[in-house]
């Protein structure tokens, strides 16, 4: 038979990496989470200081775009920088980023971002993307996220956003435009078997808080309607066996919740707004 061509493979020259770009992180209860955008050929220093001047020590290296610092303490303020390396030497230092982790630090969304898809969760990068019909819009400060009622407007949130918690406070400023029943604030979960979800509205003049998974399920039922058209601040409470809702402050509803959010495992149907249950 014929034989082929000669075939010619090159490769780059190994140079030294780029600076270090995007970078963002996550202060949770005593760790740190820094993510950056990945480079080819390139390992990463993750320096630390408590002083923004510096001097910046070298706390680990990764080798991708990621790290978590495990050895932060709650109450100290934090500044870091990312530098690539490779056999060649080390590029350029990143920008300073700075974090103060502390107590009880798990999920925060501040829904700053006022544009794009994605909305960064500030204490455990939990990140969330909104679906096409959710916009944004002006929030209680800064801007929110809208929900026009739709079955595509809402946020999904990464896997396992309650995976490990049993003692928790989850809350959220909400304006409601119009009534629906059952409307969540939040539904973590699965499937319509294993689920958390937080209802401000049911059955017309209720408040509920509902957990279920393995044939098991316990709630808290209050009294209470939303107002609509006006900024309210519900709160759900999980201390123990003890579970409350606040609106405002004022509690409007308390009971014993013995089920705990750890036992759904890591969830990966974690929605605000939307339901598990289709429609």
């Known amino acids: 038979s014929q034989k082929s061509s000669p075939l010619t493979v090159s490769t780059l020259d190994l140079v030294i990496p780029d600076k270090v770009s995007n970078v963002a992180l996550a202060s949770g209860d005593a760790k740190v989470r ?3 955008s990945n480079m080819y050929d390139a390992e990463f220093y993750v320096k630390r200081s408590t002083s923004q001047s ?3 020590t070298t706390i680990g290296t990764a080798q991708s775009g990621s790290y978590v610092d495990l050895t932060a303490l709650n109450g100290t303020t934090y500044y870091y920088k990312i530098a690539a390396f490779n056999a060649v030497g080390e590029g ?3 920008e300073i980023v700075t974090s103060k982790p502390d107590l009880g630090q798990h999920a925060y969304y501040g829904f700053s971002e006022n544009t794009g898809v994605n909305t960064h969760d500030q204490w ?3 990140d969330g993307t909104l679906a096409p019909a959710a916009t944004w819009t002006s929030g209680k400060e800064g801007s929110g996220v809208d929900f026009n009622g739709t079955s595509t407007s809402y946020v999904k949130l990464k896997d396992g956003i309650m995976e490990g918690l049993n003692d928790f406070t989850i809350s959220a400023w909400v304006n409601s435009k119009a009534i629906a029943n059952n409307t969540r604030i939040f539904d973590f979960g699965y499937d319509t078997a294993s689920w958390m979800a937080f209802v401000p509205y049911y059955g017309g003049d209720k408040i509920r808080y509902k957990i279920s998974y393995g044939g098991n399920s316990a709630e808290i039922i209050g009294t ?4 609509l058209n006006q900024w309210v601040h519900l709160a759900l409470v999980q201390s123990g066996d003890f579970c409350k809702i606040y609106a405002d402050g004022v509690e409007i509803a308390s009971g014993t919740v013995m089920l705990k959010p750890s036992r759904l495992g890591k969830t990966t ?3 605000l707004i939307k339901s598990q249950w289709p429609g």
């Open 224 to 227: 209470y309607t939303l107002p």
């Open 269 to 271: 149907a974690n929605y």
């Open 54 to 56: 510096g001097p910046f």
């Open 34 to 36: 820094l993510e950056w």
């Open 92 to 94: 350029l230092e990143s």
């Open 124 to 126: 455990g990068f939990y």
